[in-house]
């Protein structure tokens, strides 16, 4: 059980451009979804907190504007990358919350390169 | 500080042998301890967790033990393969609401043939 679908699996796309990133869970209900960002040879870094059909929840020094978080149904979270910059060029990863307080499955990540 | 340790940062060993890492742990108040394996651009997968009263915990070639007084915690490869070559994360969680979990940065293991 707890399979989760993240996709795309990779994405290029040009300086200005939106890119949207979803996430499913495909055999269960996920109530709050994490997101979560890792740059090469770094840990995974909590970016916001999901929680369906309210407002997410950003930690410190993201861009609520830029990395719009949309938790609509309770197996459908996406994370929509706006006005892509090189800077943003990144692994993301979701987790929902099952198992325990800050996830315990993730999904299979979406490299992010922005050109 | 909440904080997570590993080491090594990186460790390459010869297809066959035996490995240990670890992981060193100042979160409090503890819930659990997972290790989780990364391949390359994929998402962590997880091989063990571990509560507060656990001391070891085996999934296959993977052994992790955990002792909670001295907040260390270990992940022992028995027999490597090559398939070994990745990223493995201690994560340890926390019941404070503040901080939930708390990821270590990780240690490169590298199997060469």
């Known amino acids: 059980g707890a399979v989760v679908s993240q996709h795309p699996s990779w994405v290029i796309c040009k300086s200005g451009t939106s890119v949207k990133i979803e996430c499913r869970s495909l055999d269960f209900q996920a109530t709050t979804m994490f997101w979560y960002r890792q740059f090469p040879k770094q840990s995974l870094m909590l970016m916001a907190t999901s929680n369906e059909g309210s407002k997410a929840t950003y930690e410190q020094g993201v861009e609520k504007d830029k990395f719009l978080i949309n938790h609509a149904s309770l197996t459908l979270s996406t994370l929509t990358v706006t006005s892509a910059h090189p800077e943003d060029s990144s692994f993301y990863i979701c987790?929902?919350?099952?198992?325990?307080?800050?996830?315990?499955?993730f999904g299979s990540g979406t490299r992010l390169t922005v050109v | 500080k909440n904080q997570v340790e590993q080491s090594p940062q990186s460790l390459i060993i010869l297809e066959g042998k035996n490995c240990t890492l670890q992981?060193?742990?100042?979160?409090?108040?503890?819930?659990?301890l997972r290790w989780y394996k990364q391949d390359t651009g994929r998402g962590p997968v997880s091989l063990t967790i571990?509560?507060?009263?656990?001391n070891t915990k085996s999934n296959g070639r993977y052994t992790a033990t955990l002792d909670a007084d001295t907040k260390q915690s270990s992940l022992h490869i028995t027999a490597s393969q090559l398939s070994d070559s990745a990223s493995y994360i201690c994560v340890v969680s926390s019941y404070s609401s503040a901080s939930k979990i708390i990821f270590g940065s990780g240690t490169r293991l590298s199997i060469r043939p």
């Open positions: 571990m509560t507060f009263s656990e």
């Open positions: 987790s929902p919350e099952i198992g325990g307080p800050g996830g315990y499955t």
């Open positions: 992981c060193n742990y100042t979160v409090s108040p503890f819930s659990n």
